[in-house]
Structure formats: C-alpha cells, structure tokens
Antibody
Framework: QVQLVESGGGVVQPGRSLRLSCATS????????MHWVRQAPGKGLEWVAFISSDGNSKYYADSVKGRFTLSKDNSKNALYLQMNSLRAEDTAVYYC??????????????WGQGTMVIVSS | DIQMTQSPSSLSASVGDRVTITCQASQDISNSLNWYQQKPGKAPKVLIY???NLQTGVPSRFSGGGSGTDFTFTISSLQPEDIATYYC??????????FGPGTKVDIK
C-alpha cells in the first residue's frame, strides 16, 4: 500500500537549519509531483512547496522562498526539505503529500503522518 | 495571488442535518477546487476534486458544487464521524496550492 513517512523534525534554535525527509513506498515515486504542506499549532493548512515528478520544477510559498529548498531523489523514493534560517513562525507539523492527477484534476491524494518542527530558543 | 475564503469558520449541527460550507475565490478559478477533511491529529483527506467529483471511496453524503469564484460543500446527513475541519483548496496551472482557512464542524 502507498506509504509516506516523514522524519527529521525536532526542536531547533532560530536561525539554525533542519532537513526533513519523506520516505515513500507502494507507488512509482518518479511518476508523481510532490508537495510539502505545514500546519502551525491550532492553525489551518499552509502550502509550503511543490516539486515536479522529475525534480526540475520547484515552487515555494513566499513565506519560505529563499530559505527552504526542496529536492527529490527518484532513485531512493525520497523527498527532502532543507530548511535554513528558521524562524519561530516556521513552527508547525510538516506533511509531505503526493500530487495525483485524476481526470485532468490535481489533488493531494496521499499524505504522510507529519513531523513536528519547533523553532525556539 | 488568489485568495480563498470560507464560511462559516465553524458550525454546530445535529446528527442527520444537512450542512453546507461555502468557499469563495478572489478571482475566477474555473473548477480547480478540491475539498479536504481533517480530523484532529490526522493528516487531511481529499473528499471532492474538480469542484464536484467524489473521490473514490468517499461516502455519497458528501458533495460539492460551483465554478468560477463560488463553491459549496455539502454533507447531506451529518454523521458523528464527520466531526472534522474542512478545507477548500485551489491549485494554479503551476500546481501551486492555496488552502482556504477551514471550517470546523461539530455536533450540537
């Protein structure tokens, strides 16, 4: 079955870096674009970043542009989010999600369980 | 940038009630609009895609409609297991995503 498992979260000081990973299985990872979505405690969903299936196209939310970098290793079926210059407002649960096109509509159809990032001194 | 709004922000209804949530886009988005359900402590789950198409395996009491700037999400007969927060979500032609602020649904 399709599985997405995030890891790498934790407590980090402001200004420091963290790298999140999303290990996938049960589907042909190289065929699918992927997203990261985050959710601050008690808040709604915020899209963070997108990467195309081949990894050549990437887009970021304005709130993380220039600080976060998304990469995709199709040989390892893994997605990564390098987060630099972290701020308190980056504190959130981070989800990786698969983008699937059905009938020419795109959805985030499979999600991981999330990994918590806390930015605090 | 396209902004998404939802109303109400929260609602309480009785089991069996019909519940409707609205989502409005700041400009015409055709039908590139999905609806998600998120239960506490869980990841979101897609229920409706393309504004009105039911995701495989989702109960038929859930439905969606609308196009352009105004969309609706309906639960025809609210069940206890439907307690959750519901989000509309738009994606543009580059697959950049925008979520609405969410609507929390409780049982009265």
């Amino acid at each position: 079955q399709v599985q997405l498992v995030e890891s790498g979260g934790g407590v980090v000081q402001p200004g420091r870096s963290l790298r999140l990973s999303c290990a996938t299985s049960g589907f042909t990872f190289s065929y699918y674009p992927m997203h990261w979505v985050r959710q601050a405690p008690g808040k709604g969903l915020e899209w963070v970043a997108f990467i195309s299936s081949d990894g050549n196209s990437k887009y970021y939310a304005d709130s993380v542009k220039g600080r976060f970098t998304l990469s995709k290793d199709n040989s390892k079926n893994a997605l990564y989010l390098q987060m630099n210059s972290l701020r308190a407002e980056d504190t959130a649960v981070y989800y990786c999600a698969r983008d699937r096109r059905v009938d020419h509509y795109d959805t985030l159809d499979m999600w991981g369980q999330g990994t918590m990032v806390i930015v605090s001194s | 940038d396209i902004q998404m709004t939802q109303s109400p922000s929260s609602l309480s209804a009785s089991v069996g009630d019909r519940v409707t949530i609205t989502c409005q886009a700041s400009q015409d988005i055709s039908n590139s609009l999905n609806w998600y359900q998120q239960k506490p402590g869980k990841a979101p789950k897609v229920l409706i895609y393309g504004a009105s198409n039911l995701q495989t395996g989702v109960p038929s009491r859930f439905s969606g409609g609308g196009s352009g700037t105004d969309f609706t999400f309906t639960i025809s007969s609210l069940q206890p297991e439907d307690i959750a927060t519901y989000y509309c979500q738009h994606y543009d032609n580059l697959l950049r995503v925008t979520f609405g602020p969410g609507t929390k649904v409780d049982i009265k």
